[in-house]
């Protein structure tokens, strides 16, 4: 149940900034160029979107945060196992689970020295410059992403462990797709049924 809503919790946060971020430099581009319109310029001149830039950068950090992180549950980072599947299962076992825990180690010592930096970054009231957002909650994603990203990697090695299965990403899956095929087949399938066999 915890592991459910914790991917449905990544997938929403990565989605929404995403969406965020896309939506707002469009309207920001849309602006500066209504503005160069004499007709709409006195429309659109009052409007100041100098700090979306400033916070379209913010949002694709803390995506790209949580994106690795879903990456690793998922199996879609970039991989070269060539050589690992060359060996032979016992070897290839310690291999890959050597290569789960250097990532799941590397991760938490990047959160726990993210962590750090927000600690000492709290007291000095530090601030973005168009924002003016509190600069310790801008980087509190480079903790909260990694050991996100060092709990995915357990996650992935406890599984490989137990059934010496690695999650993989099929580039040619596109979710829903096969799921509405299945069912126009079967919906086919009634049809034909119920018509007695002919069309």
Same mark, same amino acid.
């Given at each position: ?47 100041? =979107? ?8 913010? *949002? !694709?950090?803390? #995506? @790209? ?6 990456? /690793? ?13 060359? =060996? ?8 890959? *689970? !050597?290569?789960? #825990? @250097? ?6 010592? /990047? ?89």
């Amino acid at each position: 149940m915890f592991l459910r809503i914790l991917d449905r919790l990544e997938e929403i946060i990565i989605a929404s900034l995403i969406a965020a971020a896309t939506l707002l430099i469009f309207v920001a581009v849309v602006q500066r160029y209504l503005i160069g319109v004499p007709f709409f310029y006195p429309y659109f001149y009052h409007f100041n =979107l100098t700090w979306a830039q400033e916070l379209c950068i913010y *949002m !694709f950090v803390w #995506m @790209a945060k949580f994106g690795a992180a879903y990456g /690793v549950r998922t199996g879609i980072h970039v991989g070269v196992d060539v050589i690992v599947n060359m =060996l032979k299962p016992p070897a290839r076992k310690r291999v890959v *689970m !050597f290569g789960l #825990m @250097a990532g799941a180690f590397f991760t938490f010592v /990047v959160g726990t020295m993210g962590a750090k930096f927000i600690i000492e970054l709290y007291p000095t009231d530090q601030v973005s410059p168009d924002l003016e957002m509190p600069r310790w909650i801008i980087f509190l994603c480079v903790p909260l992403g990694s050991y996100l990203m060092c709990f995915r990697f357990l996650q992935v090695a406890w599984k490989y462990l137990h059934t010496g299965e690695l999650p993989h990403h099929d580039p040619g899956h596109v979710e829903g797709v096969v799921e509405s095929a299945h069912a126009a087949k079967d919906l086919a399938a009634e049809e034909l049924a119920s018509n007695g066999g002919t069309r």
